[in-house]
């Protein structure tokens, strides 16, 4: 077959690049729904929330006070970090050191919100963001809080995922280990007191795109949730969406 006919068969054999944004606030599932969207797939996966953990891993690890915005934007360029797309084996480096554990701590989750609210630090992780995302050569699933409103506006298919601050709360508390997971009360307090800082913000806030499906996974198990958004991933590829 002629090189014109090899192009169209392959054309026709390789489903165009999708880009799918999903965002929500913590533990509506974002992060297990996207790897395995993506897994099914065949497409790479970025976990946002990552990038922002590991740059207040950095001004924590730094001495840089991280209620200093100045100082905060002064040094938002100075951390490589670097995002693995593997959605089986997700990754991230801050200058070349593996930063999975370190950013899960408690001390991480109560500073992020402040770095991550620094318009510097927004600037320079969404162009980074970007540049993964047109990378991926087969389209990629992106996690986060303002994928579909700021930083992918043309993504494909945007799903914005919802769930009460009761069912967040108990999924974050059974991943805790010790006191942690026993205190729901103060694990639901302090995911209602982060989900207003992310969405109060001024630069780029968690916020739902006017264009976004949005899935409540309030009663909904992770196996329906990541079924639901693997028929509308579907459904837009084919685009032959149901009315
Ligand atoms: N629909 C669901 N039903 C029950 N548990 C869920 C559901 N979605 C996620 N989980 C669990 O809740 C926890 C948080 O999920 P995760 O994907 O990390 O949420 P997010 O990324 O939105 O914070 C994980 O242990 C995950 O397995
Ligand atoms: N696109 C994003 C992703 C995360 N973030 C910030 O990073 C924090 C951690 O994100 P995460 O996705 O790891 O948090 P969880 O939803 O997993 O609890 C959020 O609370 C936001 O403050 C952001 O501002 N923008």
Redesign the pocket.
């Known amino acids: 077959m002629n090189n014109v006919g090899n192009a169209v068969t392959a054309a026709r054999i390789a489903p165009a690049a999708v880009v799918v944004g999903i965002d929500?606030?913590?533990?509506?599932?974002?992060?297990?729904?996207?790897k395995a969207v993506a897994a099914k797939l065949g497409l790479r996966y970025l976990d946002t929330?990552a990038q922002y953990r590991a740059i207040t891993w950095w001004m924590l690890s730094n001495g840089i006070d991280v209620n200093d915005a100045a100082a905060v934007a002064d040094a938002a360029g100075k951390p490589e970090i670097v995002s693995g797309t593997d959605p089986s084996a997700p990754a991230i480096t801050v200058d070349g050191a593996d930063a999975a554990a370190p950013i899960r701590t408690q001390e991480v989750t109560s500073a992020v919100s402040a770095v991550s609210a620094v318009p510097e630090v927004r600037t320079r992780l969404t162009e980074l963001q970007r540049a993964i995302a047109a990378e991926a050569p087969h389209g990629i699933v992106v996690?986060g809080r303002d994928i579909g409103t700021t930083v992918l506006p043309d993504a494909d298919l945007k799903i914005f995922?919802t769930?009460s601050a009761e069912?967040?709360a108990a999924?974050?508390s059974?991943?805790l280990k010790g006191k942690e997971a026993t205190d729901l009360a103060a694990t639901q307090a302090a995911l209602v007191k982060r989900d207003a800082a992310d969405s109060g913000r001024k630069t780029s806030p968690l916020a739902k795109a006017d264009d976004a499906v949005e899935v409540d996974?309030t009663d909904?198990?992770?196996d329906?949730?990541i079924e639901c958004v693997v028929t509308l991933v579907e459904e837009r590829r084919s685009g032959t969406e149901s009315a």
């Open positions: 929500g606030p913590s533990g509506t599932g974002k992060s297990s729904t996207s929330g996690e995922l769930a069912a967040r999924r974050r059974g991943e996974t909904l198990t992770l329906q949730v």
